[in-house]
């Protein structure tokens, strides 16, 4: 793909995001750490949806909805909603194994592009504090409620860029996104 975004919910992303700030408390707002804390906790009480969104030269191409909550271990399950329906394939001769081929790979990018979201969500401590000590910080004014919007690039692979918007007044996370080109891949 020449050029590819991945858009996720805030859900899974900035959880592991406020897993993280606790080590890098230091270099960032105190008010942002304890919320982040907050929220981390009580997300493990609730399900959310999430979204994802794959786009190729600006079309959708597929999007997969996923309910999403913590079982009593901690560990995060993904329940599959619903997905982008796919078209009817051919199931024999030729025609039918290049057909599955691609279902194969088109899945297999799928995986790819799910641990690639989650590289962004589960940011290391070091990554994480050179995001936040690099990232521009700007105030937006919306209808209903101030946001700040921290805007950073180079987060996890050169020539990405990541966006986390806040709450002004809690410093809750209202959502996420981030972008990574390829280039070269078909």
Request: glycine share 6%.
């Amino acid at each position: 793909m020449n050029k590819l975004i991945v858009r996720r919910g805030i859900g899974f992303g900035l959880v592991a995001l406020s897993l993280t700030t606790a080590a890098v408390s230091a270099q960032i707002d105190p008010k942002f750490v304890q919320s982040q804390q907050q929220n981390a906790q009580a997300l493990r009480q609730y399900t959310w949806k999430s979204r994802t969104e794959i786009r190729k030269g600006g079309e959708t191409k597929n999007v997969q909805l996923n309910l999403m909550r913590y079982d009593i271990n901690g560990t995060l399950e993904k329940t599959p909603i619903s997905s982008t329906p796919q078209p009817q394939l051919p199931t024999r001769g030729l025609r039918g194994h290049i057909a599955q081929k691609k279902k194969e790979d088109f899945i297999d990018r799928l995986n790819s592009l799910e641990m690639l979201a989650r590289s962004y969500s589960e940011l290391p401590p070091d990554k994480m504090q050179r995001f936040m000590a690099t990232a521009i910080t700007t105030a937006e004014t919306g209808a209903q409620q101030k946001l700040l919007r921290i805007k950073g690039s180079d987060v996890v692979q050169p020539g990405d860029s990541m966006t986390v918007w806040l709450d002004a007044a809690t410093r809750h996370c209202e959502r996420s996104k981030f972008r990574r080109h390829w280039i070269g891949r078909s």
